[in-house]
């Protein structure tokens, strides 16, 4: 066996899954606090990716210097995204507390396609090119066949805000908050504790992690379009599945065991059923052990 | 006023959101940035309008009132009403929608047929999926994987075997109730969501395996040179065989629309919403869970086998991309606008949402948009659809052996 194109294929399936991760936790913040999955989280991904490369780009016409505006269209997509995750959640969702379960799914069905179209109608259904704005990096020419710079810079964006969310979740009184309510929210509620605004700051938790994943895809990948929310949504899903959904860590490891699971097929099978696998696995999970990896017992709700 | 205020901060707020998305367009041959503050203007007005109407309604359903109130004369209630109870106008107009069904091709153009046939498949398709989403409850998002393997079965049979249409007719019927079941199996045990996803994965797979396959399913071309249905070995141009399968689409939907009514009252049907009100309580009056719910996926999947079927010998080409998950969600929007387990409403929302964008031209780049929108606005407004399905009431009288019966 080649073990430098196993490595290739290793960081490879790293950097995929954890742009996967930092969806997933989305959707599993989001089950946590209200069991809802939020199908248009995908498409927040989406329009994560499409506001930074606006902004890049504008801010690119007027010359400012490449490093400083990818921050700055990060920032800006962070605080876009958040926004629409907000508005999303009172909009869809909220009116629908407490109406039958399968009312708020296909609101958010209904969302996602909306989002979908928005986009499309607003600029293009074609690809649009994501401009090159990394920085060279210079320690990592000896290694640049595993690792390229944006990968580089997505395993290190992507540890540092898990790293963040634990200690948000687990340390800051907010954090608390948003554990409580994921527990029991009329116990939480007697408590104190305003859940809507709780819930109002989980969408918004979940979709700055969104955009900062389509930032981090879009300048790996190059290009962006409207579609791309869907499928990336879905694989995220199940990654939150795999991982046992409402549990951060599950998250976070569903997301890397898929992502290598993906580049490892890929690798040495066929890109062709690349897309194929992700399903498959969600469709066995589900039956089979719908708790996902992690398990009920060790399941640590938001 | 303070409603006003309110509609202001909402309109502002939707100005500042879609800044970027929609006030940016990027010229990247000419490195220019076209800033289109007209539009978020345009957008502003629009949504101030919008949140004084949102604000109203919310306060209307809050304090219980109807949201429209039609006026005195045109009570749609009634209406339905006194089609239901009054037999003399509803076989009056059940004659003039025949002959306004049986007339059309011969007044319209070949161009208007089409659309009408392409209408009618969707009503099956719709019909369909009410039985799975409508009457049972189970939330199916990849319908469109039953309609593929119809029209993949037609396809393929032809081009392998060369079968005609009336033989890969109930053959296609057959596959996709297999599909349904094979379906149906491991879901049992699932929920109302992961059903959703699953069903969704299904659909994808489904649409993956035709377009990767190149060997078996010709890949991404498809399958192309697919025959129209014979009449008895007579030779039609292509006016009067697409006349042909006009009238025998709108056969499949009068016969699925009778199947499905009868299904409605039956022991099965009676099941399927017992099963869709309450699982549990379903269960503990002595249905048999497990069979209901496979009957259900085989009853709603047969329709979609049928349609598809119709599908290639009227297209006579098919390839994958006319199954995406976009299709099972316009279908499911048919099903939730026209009210779920209504077959009037479902039929009326399935001609109205394939129509109305044919028709009016202006509409039809926006059309993905709407339904996504009503989606979300069904289901916060008037969740039971267009026209609520009625339910199966019995009359204490009727149990004496008095008259009345079902009323």
């Known amino acids: 066996m080649d073990i430098q194109f196993f490595i290739e294929l290793f960081f490879g399936g790293l950097t995929r899954g954890s742009i996967y991760a930092l969806i997933a936790l989305g959707y599993t913040l989001v089950y946590g606090i209200i069991g809802l999955i939020n199908f248009a989280h995908g498409e927040v991904y989406m329009l994560g990716a499409f506001t930074a490369l606006l902004i890049a780009g504008a801010l690119g016409v007027y010359g400012l210097p490449a490093g400083g505006i990818l921050i700055v269209a990060a920032l800006a997509a962070i605080v876009w995204c958040s926004a629409y995750g907000y508005t999303l959640e009172k909009v869809a969702y909220k009116p629908l507390r407490g109406a039958p379960r399968l009312s708020p799914l296909i609101s958010a069905i209904g969302m996602s396609i909306f989002l979908q179209n928005y986009v499309l109608l607003a600029q293009t259904s074609d690809f649009v090119p994501f401009p090159n704005l990394l920085p060279e990096m210079d320690f990592l020419e000896h290694i640049d066949y595993v690792m390229g710079a944006s990968?580089?810079?997505i395993l290190m964006v992507s540890t540092i805000a898990m790293v963040l969310l634990s200690v948000f979740i687990r340390y800051t009184r907010m954090g608390k908050a948003m554990r409580a309510t994921a527990q029991n929210r009329k116990m939480a509620l007697l408590l104190g504790i305003n859940a809507d605004r709780i819930i109002s700051l989980t969408f918004i938790v979940g979709s700055s992690l969104a955009a900062l994943g389509g930032?981090?895809?879009?300048?790996?990948?190059?290009?962006?379009?409207?579609?791309?929310?869907?499928?990336?949504?879905?694989?995220?899903?199940t990654a939150a599945v795999l991982?046992?959904?409402?549990?951060?860590?599950?998250?976070?490891?569903?997301?890397?065991?898929?992502?290598?699971?993906?580049?490892?097929?890929?690798?040495?099978?066929?890109?062709?059923?690349?897309?194929?696998l992700a399903f498959g696995i969600l469709i066995l999970i589900l039956i089979f052990r719908p708790d996902g990896i992690l398990g009920k017992a060790t399941v640590q709700k938001v | 006023m303070q409603r006003i205020l309110k509609a202001a901060i909402a309109a502002l707020w939707f100005m500042l959101l879609t800044l970027p998305v929609l006030g940016i367009k990027l010229n990247v041959a000419a490195k220019s940035v076209i800033w289109r503050f007209d539009r978020i203007l345009a957008l502003g007005a629009g949504i101030f309008v919008l949140a004084l109407i949102w604000d109203w309604c919310f306060t209307r359903k809050a304090a219980g009132i109807k949201i429209v109130t039609l006026p005195a004369g045109f009570n749609l209630a009634e209406i339905i009403e006194a089609f239901r109870n009054r037999r003399g106008l509803r076989l009056g107009g059940l004659a003039l929608l025949a002959v306004v069904l049986l007339g059309m091709p011969m007044v319209s153009s070949f161009y208007q047929t089409n659309i009408m046939i392409s209408a009618l498949l969707y009503v099956m398709l719709a019909l369909g999926l009410n039985i799975?989403?409508?009457?049972?409850?189970?939330?199916?998002?990849?319908?469109?994987?039953?309609?593929?393997i119809g029209a993949y079965t037609y396809g393929l049979l032809n081009q392998y075997f060369g079968l005609g249409f009336w033989a890969c007719l109930p053959i296609g019927g057959f596959l996709t109730v297999l599909f349904g079941l094979g379906l149906g199996f491991p879901v049992l045990r699932l929920r109302g969501d992961y059903l959703a996803i699953v069903t969704l994965g299904f659909g994808e797979i489904v649409r993956l395996t035709l377009q990767n396959w190149n060997s078996v399913t010709g890949g991404p071309r498809g399958v192309s040179d697919i025959p129209r249905p014979g009449f008895f070995?007579?030779?039609?141009?292509?006016?009067?065989?697409?006349?042909y399968i006009y009238y025998l689409v709108l056969a499949a939907v009068i016969i699925t629309i009778v199947v499905i009514t009868r299904l409605k009252n039956s022991r099965v049907g009676l099941a399927l919403q017992a099963l869709r009100e309450d699982e549990i309580a379903c269960e503990a009056m002595g249905v048999d869970i497990t069979r209901v719910k496979l009957s259900a996926f085989a009853l709603g999947s047969c329709w979609a086998g049928f349609a598809g079927v119709i599908f290639a010998a009227k297209t006579t080409y098919i390839n994958p991309s006319s199954f995406t998950f976009m299709e099972s969600a316009m279908i499911l929007s048919m099903v939730v606008l026209g009210g779920m387990g209504s077959i009037a409403g479902v039929v009326i929302a399935a001609l109205i949402l394939i129509l109305a964008p044919e028709y009016l031209r202006a509409f039809s780049d926006y059309r993905m948009l709407l339904f996504g929108a009503i989606m979300v606005i069904m289901m916060l407004f008037r969740p039971q659809g267009l026209i609520s399905g009625e339910r199966r009431r019995y009359r204490i009288g009727a149990l004496h052996g008095a008259e009345g019966g079902r009323s």
């Open chain 1, 243 to 276: 991982g046992g959904i409402g549990s951060i860590p599950g998250a976070m490891v569903g997301g890397l065991v898929l992502g290598l699971a993906e580049s490892f097929t890929t690798g040495y099978f066929s890109g062709n059923y690349e897309d194929m």
């Open chain 1, 151 to 153: 990968d580089f810079l």
């Open chain 1, 215 to 237: 930032v981090l895809i879009a300048s790996h990948m190059g290009q962006v379009n409207f579609g791309i929310g869907f499928l990336a949504g879905l694989k995220a899903f």
């Open chain 2, 132 to 148: 799975v989403v409508g009457l049972a409850g189970q939330l199916v998002l990849g319908y469109v994987a039953f309609y593929a």
């Open chain 2, 233 to 243: 070995g007579m030779s039609m141009d292509i006016t009067a065989s697409t006349t």
